[in-house]
């Protein structure tokens, strides 16, 4: 199924979200008309359950910035608070590390089905994806705390090892826990939330220098090595500065 089969009324140009019904989930779409220009998707915690013009993918956990290829689209997703998917996807995060795949291989063909055919037909695909993992969730019961809890403490600037001892388990055990939930282990995730802060402080204008030490830098070159590591550019580059 193509965008051309099944027509939707125009999207306003360029990129829109809102926050989720589901916890800490975010609702977005962004339109074939927005910003030409090629721009990564940098590694968050997140994933991501997308739709785009007659496709549903997941985008697992990235550990280097994602470029997009090919011409254009008009994308719609979920995405998905750092943790939480791998129990509505029904497969461990580590599975998915840096991976785009359809959904199809992850679910049963005939659900796959079914739901693109609700969200190719709906006039807000990204409300119709919303829908679908509000079900999911629903479905999976009470999300395990410890993911939560682990983003929490960790945004927090606390010690993996502080963290481990808090919740009772070894580094072999949290390292495992991290593994499923976020793709990665607990010092990549850690790394990951802490670009994340920094790029915000940064872009809300925060000094390089300010930006390093409010977020545990050693100083403002650690930051730029740990962008350029995890963000793949400069970080005046990155911020179009």
């Given at each position: 199924m193509t965008g051309e089969q099944h027509a939707h009324p125009a999207?306003?140009?360029?990129?829109?979200?809102?926050?989720?019904?589901?916890?800490?989930a975010v609702v977005w779409h962004r339109s074939a008309e927005d910003d030409p220009a090629v721009r990564p998707v940098?590694?968050?915690g997140c994933m991501d359950l997308l739709w785009s013009e007659g496709r549903l993918l997941v985008a697992g956990p990235d550990?280097?910035?994602?470029?997009?290829?090919?011409?254009?689209?008009?994308w719609a997703g979920v995405r998905l608070a750092p943790g939480t998917a791998p129990p509505?996807?029904?497969v461990p995060a580590h599975e998915l590390r840096d991976l785009r795949v359809d959904l199809a291989d992850l679910w049963p063909a005939a659900a796959v089905r079914h739901l693109r055919a609700?969200?190719?037909?709906?006039?807000?695909p990204a409300g119709a994806l919303e829908e679908a993992v509000l079900r999911r969730a629903a479905e999976a019961?009470?999300?395990?705390?410890?993911?939560?809890?682990?983003?929490?403490?960790l945004e927090a600037g606390r010690p993996v090892g502080a963290v481990a001892d808090e919740t009772g388990l070894s580094a072999r055990q949290l390292h495992r826990r991290s593994l499923a939930a976020f793709g990665y282990g607990p010092k990549t995730l850690a790394r990951i939330l802490?670009?994340?802060?920094?790029?915000?402080?940064?872009?809300?204008?925060?000094p390089y220098?300010?930006?390093?030490?409010?977020?545990?830098?050693?100083?403002?070159a650690h930051l730029a090595r740990e962008v350029r590591q995890l963000a793949g550019m400069p970080l005046t580059r990155l911020l179009g500065r």
């Open positions: 999207w306003p140009a360029g990129y829109a979200e809102r926050p989720s019904r589901l916890t800490g940098l590694p968050d550990t280097r910035p994602y470029v997009p290829a090919g011409a254009p689209r008009r509505l996807l029904g609700r969200v190719d037909a709906a006039t807000d019961g009470p999300p395990d705390p410890l993911p939560a809890h682990l983003v929490r403490a802490r670009l994340q802060r920094a790029l915000a402080l940064a872009r809300a204008g925060v220098a300010e930006t390093a030490a409010r977020c545990g830098y050693a100083d403002q």
